[in-house]
């Protein structure tokens, strides 16, 4: 076989140039089907990866611990103490990079004009900074100055609806921890701006704000806690669960079932475009080289005339077409190496994001080379584009010597 | 028992079925002998393309036998029958015989690595046939850089380089001038003198029918005639 090769390939790589133009079309279909794939697979990791953070990033982050049963049904009766010494412990892993404390209870925001249900968010702000995007989308006044604020910072749509502002005084009412109405009015100190179904529902002020408003001691309702390597998430949520068995410890993936199904459906989305791409590219494949082979009829006839087998010319249709759908796929990969290189410094969305409020995506993408991928998608079509090409091959095998002969004259 | 390299008995060929059925050939006996130097005439459809093809075992016949070198065609498969032609047969064809990719060096080479051949081996009988076919210094030109008259040559070193029993042409100068037709038959002659090749040529040309020393005349897919003359 090894011998087989060498005899061919010069003669197979000779023949690519034959007819340059098609072996150009070849080559281009190969090159720019197998370039899309890549780079739109790194396009798409990047997408979801920063749409993602993005959500994470806000109130998520990567994972949260609960009293058990405040999940089913937050209130003031579901609440937890503080961290004790062990979970305290726990939270200090070097693979944790930040954690907060936050009183989050249902309550009903009223001013003038309107009344709507909201979630008050009691925040240590120095800590919160590190786990949330929140307090630096402060686009009005003030993010809050440390746990005893008093003061609200609201969502700029929720202000909107509110007819409300900045300055301006709006009554907070909830359930106490008395089970009697508490009922209290916050100075509105700044206004968010983030994604309108966060900015409609959630309302910060300092925790021990928020505690003496409920009338509450030190309870708190959820440790959230932020993990930058994906890696570190499955074994610190089992050293947190250790660390707090009788509490409710969570992913971000159980915490949002819909994100992480977004997540694994646009990573699934690649082999729809794999697909679409491959039978394009093999219907390219299989015209180009059956009207080579057409045209070659003749000599594939003499080849076998002068004694080589039909399996031999399969071989050897097979290796043309082995060079040629791999250079293709290698000026691929080279196409798309170059361009993830080029958005390496990230693709500014923002003005797109801005236009289209649905799009949930991070505003900077940063399109990422992944060595796995990219060799395993070239490796796909450039084994499938083979297996595609047997087809005309098998064609150019079966040439009958004779006829093949008699066509010629 | 003679010393015949190809035998026909009761050799028929017919293409087609029913009212469109063509016999090539009919009933054909004829056995080619080590060292002759044969023409193969006849009116065009008389069936020396058709007679050709079963002697180099292109073609099978639809009844009757052809047996080369002891080997009955009708036993063998397509790969055994490529084998065939690799050892036993040379093949000058009347146009389009060399492969356009490669010089004409590789196109003989090309038969000396299917027989699986060294390197060395190769280029020096490949260079050794065209100095001995009068191409010394066009082994490096493409077909499409050789005149007709060349390419045929270059046919002519190929069908012989692998040295075997026998070398079949069909209409080897259809193509060429009086001149160039004149030296290749020339050349093939010399190369069944000197080499002892068996040449079996199918043609039209007197200029080729003149050298021969064994004239045999196809009419209607039947052998009309057969002399020799040398
Ligand atoms: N593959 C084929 N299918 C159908 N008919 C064929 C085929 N090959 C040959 N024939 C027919 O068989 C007969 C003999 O053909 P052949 O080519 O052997 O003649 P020839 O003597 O070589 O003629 P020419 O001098 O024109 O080359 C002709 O009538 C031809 O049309
Ligand atoms: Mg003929």
Known sequence: ?409 | MTDAIVSCRGVSKIFGSGELAVHALREVDLDILSGDFATLAGPSGSGKTTLLNMIGALDTPSSGHVVIDGQDLGSLSKAQLSDLRLNKVGFVFQAYNLIPVLSARENIEFVLELHGLERDERRQRATDILREVGLEGMEDRRPAQLSGGQQQRVAVARALVSRPRIVLADEPTANLDSKTTEELVRLMYRLNREMGTTFVIGTHDPRVMEHSKRHIELLDGRIASDERTG
């Open chain 1, 1 to 409: 076989m090894m011998n087989t090769i060498r005899i061919f390939a010069p003669l197979a790589w000779r023949n690519l140039w034959r007819n340059p133009r098609r072996t150009l079309i070849t080559l281009i279909v190969v090159s720019v089907g197998l370039w899309s794939v890549l780079a739109f697979n790194s396009f798409l990791n990047a997408w979801t990866q920063a749409s993602k953070d993005t959500t994470l990033q806000l109130l998520l982050g990567q994972g949260q611990i609960h009293a058990a049963g405040y999940m089913d049904d937050p209130g003031v009766e579901t609440l937890m103490p503080p961290p004790s010494d062990g979970l305290l412990k726990a939270l200090g892993d070097k693979r944790i990079s930040a954690w907060a404390s936050r009183l989050v209870v249902p309550s009903v925001v009223q001013s003038e004009y309107k009344t709507l249900p909201v979630m008050i968010v009691g925040v240590d702000p120095k800590a919160e900074r590190r786990v949330s995007s929140i307090p630096g989308k402060v686009v009005e006044g003030r993010y809050l100055n440390g746990p005893g604020d008093d003061g609200v910072v609201i969502g700029k749509h929720l202000a909107e609806r509110l007819k409300t502002g900045l300055g301006r005084r709006v009554i907070l009412m909830s359930q106490g921890a008395d089970g009697l109405l508490a009922e209290q009015s916050f100075d509105v100190v700044g206004l968010y701006d983030v994604d309108q179904q966060t900015e409609d529902y959630y309302v910060f002020t300092g925790r021990a704000a928020g505690q003496k408003f409920l009338r509450l001691k030190d309870e708190i309702a959820e440790i959230v806690f932020t993990i930058p390597n994906d890696q570190d998430l499955a074994p610190v949520i089992r050293a947190l669960k250790d660390a707090a068995p009788d509490m409710d410890v969570r992913s971000w993936k159980q915490l949002s079932p819909f994100l992480a199904a977004t997540n694994s459906f646009m990573s699934g989305f690649i082999y729809i475009w794999l697909s679409v791409v491959f039978t394009l590219m093999a219907i390219g494949i299989v015209n180009t080289q059956l009207m080579a082979v057409f045209e070659r009829t003749h000599e594939f006839g003499l080849l076998q005339a002068l004694g080589m087998k039909p399996r031999l010319v399969l071989i050897m249709v097979t290796m043309e077409s082995t060079l040629l759908i791999g250079l293709g796929v290698l000026i691929g990969m080279a196409m798309a190496a170059a361009s993830i290189w080029a958005t390496g410094d990230g693709i500014d969305l923002s003005g797109f994001a801005r236009g289209l409020e649905l799009v949930q995506g991070g505003q900077v993408l940063y399109p990422k080379f992944d060595a796995g991928s990219f060799v395993l998608f070239s490796l796909v079509i450039w084994i499938l584009g083979i297996v595609v090409a047997l087809w005309p091959a098998r064609r150019a095998s079966r040439c009958s010597p004779v006829e093949a002969m008699r066509m010629a004259t």
